[in-house]
């Protein structure tokens, strides 16, 4: 972090300061009682090393707002790579289910192909062609085989706090809520630990809550988040106030490539990669929309253990403190 000097000693005040101090010198040779001149001349002195004090002060304003403004286009780049990375992340996901589930497909068709060219009853050109579409499709097989590890590989898992995820997402994004005019109001309940992979969750997490504010695109308003335990559930809840979801696309929100935003802005993947990450520990999330009146995203997150009486939200159990593995030494319940 770039750290700026005092105004005090700066520059510009060090020279109103002697400024000042010449000032006071000529001061002291006028025609003037000499408690009015010892007095006049500290004024002239102050007077100098103000104005300094204060252009210092104007130019090291600037300089900071400059600095912060840098860093805030910075943390937009950086929240950006983050939600382009995760694109890809869903996009080699879905590649590798697609594939494996083309190559059972192939698989099957060159098998029957094989015994329809091996049929000896059958003419020799429908036999030749039988053997011709067997072949094709162990190259194209063969071909989507590259893609069996286009997805990345499954993160460890542990026991992680939906809270402090939920809140490591929400300060990910909330610079570009600031810039819409957005409130977050945030309400955590003492809820108990969840067992998973927590960055897979933080990313499905982080997709949710960036939907909500792209789909508030004319600014102000509201966005609520809530936690609550509720029947071994660790519950999520993300409310918006923004256009809402018209009910011929919301059967679709989970679809791979379904998207509403304008042509290029998306990949219509996030809520499938969501879900897909929830599904792996065996959450649920439903979404519940209606035209102008927002969207409601509920997450639901088996929990790992249950609480104890009068835990603490920010109690941590005594045997592990901490997440294991590579999740970021986050905290648990």
């Known amino acids: 972090m770039k750290r700026f000097a ?3 000693m700066a520059r510009e005040a060090l020279v109103g300061f002697l400024a000042g101090s010449m000032a006071a010198i000529f001061c002291l040779f006028v025609p003037l009682d ?7 001349a500290l004024a002239l002195i102050a007077a100098g090393y103000l104005a300094g004090f204060a252009r210092a002060g104007a130019r090291l304003l600037t300089a900071s707002t400059q600095y912060i403004l840098r860093l805030r286009a910075e943390l937009r780049g950086c929240q950006d790579h983050i939600m382009e990375t995760g694109s890809a992340r869903a996009l080699g996901a879905y590649l590798e289910t697609t594939a494996d589930s083309v190559k059972k497909s192939l698989g099957s068709l060159a098998t029957d192909a094989r015994s329809l060219a091996s049929d000896g009853a059958a003419p020799e050109g429908v036999r030749a062609t039988a053997e011709r579409m067997a072949a094709q499709a162990v190259s ?3 071909t989507l085989r590259g893609l069996s590890g286009a997805a990345p590989p499954e993160p460890a898992r542990s ?3 939906v809270n402090n995820l939920l809140r490591e ?20 309940a003492a809820v108990p630990p969840v067992f998973g992979p927590a960055s897979r969750i933080h990313g499905a997490l982080l997709n949710v809550l960036v939907n909500a504010i792209e789909s508030m695109p004319h600014g102000g308003g509201r966005i609520e988040i809530d ?5 071994d559930q660790v519950v999520v809840r993300v409310k918006d106030g923004g256009i809402g979801i018209r ?15 304008p042509e290029k802005a998306a990949a219509g ?24 009146q927002g969207t409601e995203v509920v997450i639901g997150f088996p929990q790992a253990a249950p609480m104890s009486p009068g835990r603490r939200p920010d109690a941590l159990p005594a045997d592990l403190g901490r997440n294991t593995a590579d999740e970021g030494d986050r905290r648990i319940a």
Do not use: M, Q
């Open 269 to 292: 993947l996030g809520l499938w990669e969501a879900r897909e990450a929830l599904h792996l520990i065996g959450a649920n999330i439903e979404v519940r929309s209606a035209p102008h």
């Open 247 to 261: 009910p011929e696309h919301l059967a679709k929100v989970f679809e791979p490539f379904f998207t509403t935003k």
């Open 169 to 188: 997402a929400l300060d990910l994004c909330r610079h570009r809520a600031e810039e819409k005019k957005i409130e977050f109001v945030e309400s955590y």
């Open 140 to 142: 194209v097989s063969e």
């Open 6 to 8: 005092t105004p005090w």
């Open 159 to 161: 026991p992680f706090n």
């Open 227 to 231: 936690t609550r335990h509720a029947a």
């Open 34 to 40: 000499a408690v009015v001149r010892v007095l006049l």
